[in-house]
Each structure stands twice: as structure tokens, then as C-alpha cells.
């Protein structure tokens, strides 16, 4: 029976559960695959921390090298994250003839021509799954299942520590900080969770997506990206009774001229499916020409999920290998000689519905002065809702929804409306996606 060698560079918390996976299932993947896949070497700065897995200590090393520069080794499993050396080490296993694995959407958002391009050069196979949705099939669907449709709109829950934090928020009206603070002690939150509240890595993600969705290369600065810090406990009480919930959603949109790539948090109406999608959940709404929408969830990150979708990589690789079908499959979802440039949308030029919070004095006349300006726009309002009444110098909660409006004349009226002297600090926008 043939042996497919394997390197795994990481052993962390992912790499750990690549691992596991390869050691408990090994014989149901034999019997899967017809071929013995063999976890040959782990490279780790750290290999001395127990991982709860047993590993024969000649497995474990701390150069990379013993991994890169090793013949036997067919498979390369990449998962210490980040850019470099993380680049470094693709582009060389790459080079030495070696299929690739990762779960790296930052470093793919960055580098994916430079990498796909020496895939294509080299003859071999890079899997990705893992990158994006954990366990959840997208780039599997979009690359194969989908493969015969026009695609125009994908949106997603795709990080599960923004979607823990604002579930939190919508089911036990806590307050941000309070839901961030049980995501880390949970472990559902980095203790610098920055990439993950301001909509990051959800932007890494989308990059990816719009990628394999359209043929397209996307550079992660231009992606308008905006986080969830600024969502509190009275927006989520506000969506509820308008009939919403907010969700940090990632959004692609091609008009088969422009897309419109964006990553921010948005109200999303309380019957839709991916309302439901809570807790460390992802879910994934894809939309094109021979369907209405599919949605795929599931976890979207842990160990075993995230580890289930690197081993399903290196199993698809290793039938390839076994059947002498590299290539088969573009690592783009496109042939690279048909990747090409589509301009993307100018933020201002959307439309959409949207929600507008402002804290106004409450005094007569500050209605009229809001609505008028945002008449001038060309911007009607939906509904309204006054929380409460002011004390004498104090500020209130006005909370609108106004019809669907372009973004620029959105952000035009709340600059005027921001210096109007019964306007209490910076106002908060949430568009709306229905």
C-alpha cells in the first residue's frame, strides 16, 4: 500500500488537532483513501509541552528544515499563521517539489498570486480549506460544487469571536466589554483580540472568497472594513424591536462590472437563517445564477473542526497523488492565464437601508433639524424611536431607520448632522442587509 509522507509545521492548538485526527482515524482514512498517510515529521519551536497526543519523539524537531529539505516528505502542512516566515517556508516547500496545506487567509490574502503562480509553475497541488469557515465546505463548494455558476453575492459570519460577542450581547443584553472579557476567559478570544472585533480577519477571509468567487485578485486595503467595538447594548436592544439582529458580516458583491467588497457589522432580519447563527458559529450565504442561496454553517473554528478540513486537504492531495492527477484542479477555482483586474465599488456609491443612532439634547426642534437635513439628502426616514426623556442639559437617544439611500449622501448628512450644537458626539451608523 503506497505511504504519503507528511510535515506539519505548527504544533499548536490547530496542529495539535491535525494530529489527533491523523493518529485516532488513522484506519478509517486508510480505508478511504487506499493509502497509508504518514505523520513523518512536527516541527515546533516548542516540543516539549505535552499535547495531550502521543508522538513518537523522533517525529518531533525543531528545524524546519528537517521538513523542507527532507525527500521523503511529500505533503507540507503549513499552520504557524501570520506572514513571514510563514511565506518563507510555502514558497521553499514549493520549490523543493512539495504539495502544500494551510489555514493561513492572511497570508493568502497577501501572497495568493506569488504562491498560486508557483503551484501552477511547479506542477503540484495547495489546500486551503481550512483557511476560511473551518469545518464549513465553502472553498470546496465554490472551487467544485459551484464551479458551472455565475456567483454575484457572498456574505458571511466568518469569525467566531465577533459572532460570540455580539450573541452574547443579543441574548443576555450585557455590554461589549463584558462579552469580550467571558470570549477570552472561554478561549474564544486571543488576549489581544484586535483582528478579530475590528473585522480583520473576516476582511482576510473575504479577500479569499472574492478570489475564488470571481476570478479576481482583491489587495486587503482596499477592502472597506469597519469592526464591532462601537456596537452597544441600546443598538442591540434597537434591532430587536425594529426586527433584527446584528451580525459582523463580510459582503461581496459582483454586478458583473464592479464589486462591492466590504466587512462591517450589519442588522440582518430576526427570520433569516443566518439570524440564528450564534455562539463561535460561521455561516456562509452564497448566491448566483442557477440558485436562489445556499447556506452553509457550522464551526468555524477549535482544534478538531479547523483540523478536520486540513486533514480533508490532505487527503484530496494525496488521492491526486495516488491517481497521478496533479492539477486537476486550478488552486484560483480559474485557470491563471483568466484571473484578471475587476474594479471594485466605491463605498459611497452603495446603497442600502440603514440604521442611524444619535444622542440629541432633548429640546424641541432637534427632530425637525435632523430629518431636514437628511431631506436635503434625499434620505426618507422609515420609523423612529426616542429612548427615554432628558434631564435638563442631558443627552437622549434618537434611533431612526431610514429607506434605502446611497452611502454618500449617508455620510454627507451625518457630517452636518455631527456639528449641529444639540448633537452629542459622534453618531453611530449600521447599514442594513436584508
Do not use: W
Not at 358 to 373: A, E, M, Q, R, Y
Request: negative net charge.
Amino acid at each position: 500500500m503506497k505511504e504519503i509522507n507528511l510535515g506539519l509545521i505548527g504544533f499548536g492548538t490547530i496542529g495539535a488537532g491535525v494530529a489527533k485526527i491523523l493518529t485516532d482515524n488513522r484506519e478509517i482514512i486508510q480505508k478511504r483513501l487506499g493509502a497509508t498517510v504518514c505523520l513523518t515529521k512536527i516541527a515546533d519551536l516548542d516540543i516539549e509541552t505535552d499535547r495531550g497526543i502521543h508522538i513518537d519523539k523522533g517525529v518531533l524537531t525543531t528545524s524546519v528544515d528537517d521538513i523542507l529539505e527532507n525527500p521523503d516528505i511529500d505533503i507540507v502542512i503549513e499552520l504557524i499563521g501570520g506572514y513571514d516566515p510563514a511565506r518563507a517556508f510555502i514558497l521553499k516547500a514549493l520549490n523543493n517539489k512539495k504539495h502544500v496545506v494551510t489555514a493561513n487567509k492572511a497570508l493568502l490574502a497577501k501572497h495568493a498570486d506569488e504562491i498560486f503562480t508557483l503551484v501552477e509553475e511547479k506542477g503540484l497541488s495547495i489546500g486551503f480549506e481550512a483557511s476560511i469557515g473551518g469545518a464549513i465546505p465553502i472553498i470546496r463548494s465554490i472551487r467544485e460544487a459551484f464551479v458551472a455558476n455565475r456567483i454575484h453575492t457572498i456574505e458571511g459570519i466568518v469569525n467566531g469571536t465577533a459572532n460570540y460577542i455580539l450573541s452574547k450581547m443579543s441574548d443576555e443584553n450585557c455590554d461589549f466589554d463584558v462579552a469580550l472579557k467571558e470570549a477570552q476567559e472561554q478561549g474564544f478570544a486571543e488576549a489581544d483580540p484586535t483582528f478579530d472585533i475590528e473585522g480583520i480577519d473576516s476582511a482576510h477571509k473575504i479577500a479569499v472568497l472574492t478570489r475564488l468567487a470571481y476570478g479576481t485578485p482583491v489587495k486587503f486595503e482596499d477592502i472597506n472594513v469597519s469592526g464591532i467595538t462601537n456596537i452597544t447594548s441600546e443598538d442591540i436592544e434597537c434591532a430587536r424591536e425594529f426586527g433584527y439582529r446584528i451580525k459582523l458580516l463580510a459582503i461581496s458583491k459582483y454586478d458583473g462590472e464592479k464589486i462591492d467588497i466590504r466587512v462591517h457589522p450589519a442588522m440582518i432580519p430576526s427570520g433569516h437563517p443566518m439570524a440564528s447563527v450564534n455562539g463561535v458559529l460561521n455561516a456562509i450565504r452564497v448566491c448566483d445564477d442557477m440558485m436562489d442561496e445556499n447556506i452553509l454553517a457550522g464551526h468555524g473554528a477549535g482544534a478538531l473542526p479547523t483540523g478536520s478540513a486540513v486533514v480533508g486537504d490532505v487527503i484530496e492531495i494525496a488521492r491526486n497523488i495516488t491517481s497521478n492527477s496533479i492539477g486537476r484542479l486550478p488552486a484560483s477555482s480559474f485557470q491563471n492565464s483568466e484571473i484578471k483586474h475587476i474594479p471594485l465599488k466605491d463605498i459611497s456609491t452603495i446603497e442600502s437601508e440603514y440604521f442611524l443612532r444619535f444622542n440629541v439634547l432633548d429640546k424641541p426642534g432637534v427632530l425637525s433639524n435632523i430629518s431636514g437635513i437628511l431631506g436635503n439628502h434625499s434620505i426618507s426616514i422609515e420609523s423612529m424611536i426616542q429612548k427615554g426623556r432628558g434631564e435638563q442639559g442631558k443627552a437622549v437617544s434618537l434611533v431612526m431607520m431610514c429607506h434605502r439611500s446611497l452611502e454618500g449622501n449617508i455620510q454627507k448628512a451625518l457630517q452636518e448632522i455631527e456639528k449641529l450644537d444639540v448633537v452629542s458626539g459622534k453618531s453611530n451608523l449600521i447599514r442594513v442587509e436584508k
